[in-house]
C-alpha cells in the first residue's frame, strides 16, 4: 500500500524526473526480486495478463535480455520489435510506429533509439507506459538504477561516496542516469575524461555533488567506485580525441592505475566491453569488479520499475 | 474602391506621428490624413476605435517555400498569413527549389505573386549560385529581375573571400548582403543552444561563438569591402554587442532578430510540460539561447541596434515536425505572430514605445532596402494595418499551410483587425 502512495510516476524517462525517495523505493523493491533468483522457479505471478513491447531501434543484447527476462518473471506477455536503424529515415516513422502500438494496447513499451527524445515521442502520443531502455545520449535510467543498486549492495550505502566516471561522458546516456541517481543519492560524482569529452555546463547539474578532473591518476585516488565507460571508436573521427593508443595511454583502466586505487575500489562497466582498450582483463576479471553482478542486478532492478510503473496504472 | 478609416490612432514612424487622424483612401493610395475627414462620397467606412493604424508591416525574413516545396507554404497561403498578420510586402528568401539565383525564378515568383498572392512579394536573390557558397550568383541580373537584397540564407557564406566579393560586387547596385551568421565548423550536427540544457537533453549544441564568430567576421569584411551589411536573425548577446560597437565605428551594417529570440530561451525545451519536452517547434536555426541573450536583444531593439524584427516564417509540414528531434528540420512559422508578439513582449512590457515598435517593421526596413513602403504620407501607396494593441486573443489556428509554432495556445494582445495592401482590403476579421 505505501508503494502506491509513495510512486506517482506513470513513465520511466529519465532519472531526472525521479525523486530520493522514488529512487530508493525502486531500489528497495528490487531487492526481494532479487532473492527470486536464488530459487527453482524464479517466476511470479504479478504482471500475468499484461504486455510489454520491447521496440529496439539500436542493437542491444544485455538490455533488451534483461527486460525480457525481468517481464516474464512477473508473467507479463513481451513481444520483441527489433528495428534497423537504417529503416528509420525512410521507413515508418517513429510516430506512425507509436500509433501502431497504441492500436495494440500494450501495457509497457520499453524504447532503445539512437535520437535523444524518442521515449517522450512515444509517450505524448501512445497511453502505454513508456520505459526509456536508452535514447541517444540522454539518458539510460535502468542502467543508472542497476549500477547505483550493485553499488548499495556491495557499500551498504551510495551517500558519501566517491564515484568516478571515466569516458566519454558527453556521448553517454549512461553518465548521465549515473550523475542525477548517484548526486540526488548523496555520492560524489568525478566526471573524469579529456575536455573534449565533458559535456558544456555539466556541473551545474548538482555543483557541490560534481567535479570534474582530467586526469584519471588523481580522480580514482580514494574512489570508491570507478564506472568505466566503453569508448566509441567512430568519436576519433570527429576530432574529439587523437587517437584510440593515446586514449587508453591516458583513460584505459589497468593492473597498475587499480592496484593505486583503495583495495575494496567497485569497476563497474555498463558493458560491451572493449577489453584492453577502456579497460584491461586483469581489471575486468578481478575481484574488484562487479561487473557480471550488474547483470544480474538489472534484471531485479528491472523488474522493481515494471513492478511500481504498473502499480500506478491501476 | 475608397476607404475611409475613422477613428483610429494613427502611429507613422516615418512622419513621427503619434494622433488621433482619420485616413483616407482611394485607387490605391493614401489620398488624405486630416485630424477629421467626415465623409466621401462611396468610401467603405471602417471604424477603427481604439485601434491603431499604422503603415502595412514589410516582414524582410519570410520563406514561402513556392517554387519546390508547397506542400509546406505557397505564395497564395504565405501571402494570405501574412495579410492575417498585419503584414502588407514579404521578402521571401532564395532557398527555394529552384533557388532564386537566377532571372527565371525571380521572374515566376513575381508573376505568381500577381497572380495569387495577396501582399507584396519581394524574392531576395541568392549569394552564390545554388546556395553553394562557391560561385557568385548573377548579381547584376537578379537585380534587373527584381531582387532587393541577396543572402544565401539558411546556408552562411563559409569562405570568406566570396563574402568579400558579394559585399564589393553589390556595392554597384546597392544591394544590400543579408547574411545568416553561422560558423558551419561550430554548429555541425548541433540542434539546439550548447549549454546545461543540451547537455541535460543529450542533444548535440550550436554554441553561441558560432554566430558570434561570424557576425565579426563579416562586420571586419565589411570595413575591408563597403557594401551594405544586412545581418539577419541574431539571437546572441555578443553579436548586439558587436554590431552596436561597429555601428559606432561607422561601419555601414544592420540587423534584424525574430520575435522567438526575445520571447524564448532554449528552456522551453526542457519544459515543465511533457510537450514541450523534444518539441521540435522550439528547434531553428540559429537555435533559442539563454536569458541573458533575451535580455541583450531585448536591450539591442531599445537602443537602435536591431533595426528591424523580422519573422523567419519557417514552414514545415507536421510530417516532418513530428520526427525524432534531431531529424526534424529547423525552423518555426511566424507571419501571423509577428507583430502580436512584440506588441505583448515588448510594449506591452514597457520595452517600447509603440512608434520605435513600429519603426522595426516600417521605416527602418524600407531605409534600408530602399522601398517605397512603410509610411502613410499623402500619395504614397496605402499599405495599412489596423490592430488593437489591447485585445487579448488566443492563437488557435493559422491560415498559413503549416501549423510549426510553439505559440499556439498563447494567448497574446494586438489582434490584428484589417490589412490593406495597395488599398484593398486583404484582410479583415
Not at chain 1, 531526472?16 to 536464488?38: G, S
Not at chain 2, 485601434?51 to 519546390?68: A, K, N, S, Y
Not at chain 2, 533559442?288 to 539591442?300: N, P
Request: hydrophobic share 40%; charged share 25%.
Amino acid at each position: 500500500m505505501t508503494n502506491k502512495i509513495l510512486f506517482t510516476k506513470k513513465h520511466l524517462l529519465g532519472l531526472e524526473d525521479f525523486t530520493r525517495e522514488e529512487i530508493k523505493l525502486i531500489l528497495d523493491t528490487a531487492k526481494p526480486f532479487k532473492n527470486l533468483f536464488t530459487r527453482s522457479i524464479k517466476k511470479v505471478p504479478t504482471l500475468r495478463g499484461r504486455s510489454v513491447v520491447l521496440l529496439f531501434y539500436e542493437a542491444s543484447t544485455r538490455t533488451r535480455t534483461s527486460f525480457e527476462l525481468a517481464a516474464k518473471r512477473l508473467s507479463a506477455d513481451t513481444i520483441n520489435i527489433a528495428v534497423n536503424v537504417s529503416s528509420v529515415k525512410k521507413g515508418e516513422s517513429l510516430i506512425d510506429t507509436a500509433k501502431t502500438l497504441e492500436s495494440m494496447k500494450s501495457d509497457f513499451i520499453v524504447i532503445r533509439h539512437s535520437y535523444s527524445g524518442s521515449p517522450h515521442i512515444l509517450a505524448k502520443n501512445v497511453s502505454s507506459s513508456i520505459i526509456n531502455a536508452g535514447d541517444g545520449f540522454h539518458e539510460h535510467p535502468s542502467q543508472g538504477l542497476l549500477d547505483i543498486y550493485t553499488v548499495n549492495e556491495k557499500k551498504g550505502r551510495v551517500a558519501g561516496l566517491k564515484v568516478v566516471i571515466v569516458g566519454d561522458i558527453l556521448h553517454s546516456r549512461v553518465a548521465r542516469s549515473n550523475l542525477w541517481g548517484l548526486t540526488k543519492l548523496g555520492a560524489k560524482v568525478i566526471l573524469c575524461g579529456p575536455p573534449t569529452l565533458i559535456p558544456k555546463d555539466v556541473q551545474k547539474v548538482s555543483p557541490s555533488n560534481i567535479d570534474i578532473e582530467y586526469n584519471l591518476d588523481k580522480a580514482i585516488k580514494d574512489a570508491d567506485v570507478v564506472n568505466i565507460l566503453r569508448v566509441q571508436f567512430e568519436r576519433q573521427m570527429e576530432h574529439l580525441f587523437p587517437s584510440i593508443r593515446e586514449y587508453s595511454l591516458l583513460y584505459g583502466m589497468n593492473k597498475e592505475r587499480l592496484s593505486r586505487a583503495k583495495n575494496d575500489v567497485l569497476i563497474l562497466h555498463p558493458g560491451p566491453m572493449n577489453r584492453g582498450l577502456e579497460i584491461t582483463s586483469e581489471v575486468a576479471d578481478s575481484l574488484n569488479s562487479v561487473i557480471n553482478e550488474q547483470v544480474t542486478n538489472g534484471i531485479a532492478v528491472r523488474m522493481a520499475i515494471l513492478y511500481l510503473l504498473s502499480s500506478v496504472k491501476e | 474602391m475608397k476607404i475611409l478609416i475613422k477613428n483610429g490612432f494613427v502611429v507613422d514612424p516615418s512622419q513621427k506621428l503619434e494622433k488621433k487622424l482619420d485616413l483616407l483612401i482611394e485607387n490605391g493610395k493614401i489620398i488624405k490624413l486630416l485630424s477629421k475627414i467626415n465623409r466621401s462620397k462611396g468610401a467603405k467606412v471602417i471604424d477603427a476605435k481604439n485601434c491603431v493604424v499604422c503603415p502595412g508591416l514589410i516582414d524582410i525574413h519570410t520563406h514561402l517555400r513556392e517554387p519546390g516545396h508547397e506542400e509546406e507554404e505557397t505564395i497564395a497561403t504565405g501571402t494570405r498569413a501574412a495579410a492575417a498578420g498585419g503584414i502588407t510586402t514579404v521578402f521571401c528568401m532564395p532557398n527555394t527549389h529552384p533557388v532564386i539565383d537566377n532571372q527565371t525564378t525571380v521572374e515566376f515568383i513575381l508573376l505568381k505573386a500577381k497572380k495569387e498572392g495577396v501582399v507584396n512579394v519581394f524574392p531576395v536573390g541568392s549569394i552564390t549560385k545554388g546556395i553553394l557558397g562557391e560561385e557568385l550568383s548573377e548579381i547584376g541580373e537578379l537585380k534587373k529581375a527584381g531582387v532587393v537584397g541577396v543572402t544565401d540564407d539558411g546556408e552562411p557564406v563559409m569562405n570568406s573571400k566570396i563574402m568579400r566579393r558579394a559585399l564589393e560586387y553589390s556595392k554597384m547596385f546597392n544591394l544590400p548582403v543579408i547574411s545568416h551568421c553561422e560558423d558551419k565548423n561550430l554548429s555541425k550536427d548541433g540542434v539546439i543552444n550548447e549549454g546545461l540544457i543540451s547537455t541535460l537533453l543529450g542533444l548535440r549544441g550550436i554554441p553561441s561563438q558560432s554566430e558570434d564568430i561570424m557576425v565579426i567576421r563579416d562586420i571586419i569584411l565589411s570595413s575591408l569591402a563597403g557594401g551594405k551589411l544586412h545581418i539577419t536573425h541574431i539571437s546572441t548577446k555578443k553579436s548586439v554587442e558587436y554590431i552596436r560597437r561597429a555601428k559606432k565605428e561607422g561601419v555601414n551594417v544592420t540587423c534584424d532578430t525574430a520575435p522567438h529570440y526575445f520571447v524564448l530561451t532554449e528552456n522551453y525545451i526542457k519544459g515543465k510540460k511533457l510537450e514541450h519536452v523534444y518539441d521540435t517547434n522550439a528547434k531553428m536555426k540559429p537555435p533559442l539561447r539563454t536569458q541573458e541573450d533575451v535580455d541583450a536583444i531585448i536591450e539591442g531593439l531599445k537602443d537602435g541596434t536591431i533595426d528591424c524584427i523580422a519573422s523567419d516564417h519557417a514552414p514545415h509540414t507536421l510530417e516532418e515536425k513530428s520526427k525524432e528531434f534531431d531529424l526534424a528540420p529547423f525552423g518555426i512559422i511566424g507571419l501571423e505572430t509577428l507583430l502580436p508578439l512584440s506588441v505583448t513582449f515588448l510594449y506591452k512590457k514597457n520595452k517600447m514605445s509603440l512608434l520605435k515598435l513600429i519603426s522595426k517593421f516600417t521605416t527602418n526596413p524600407s531605409k534600408i532596402f530602399n522601398l517605397k513602403c512603410g509610411c502613410l504620407k499623402e500619395g504614397f501607396v496605402a499599405d495599412v494595418t489596423i490592430f488593437n494593441p489591447e485585445e487579448e486573443f488566443l492563437v488557435k489556428k493559422f491560415v498559413s499551410k503549416s501549423c510549426n509554432s510553439p505559440f499556439l495556445g498563447w494567448k497574446l494582445k494586438g489582434k490584428i483587425k484589417y490589412t490593406i495592401c495597395n488599398g484593398k482590403i486583404v484582410y479583415s476579421t
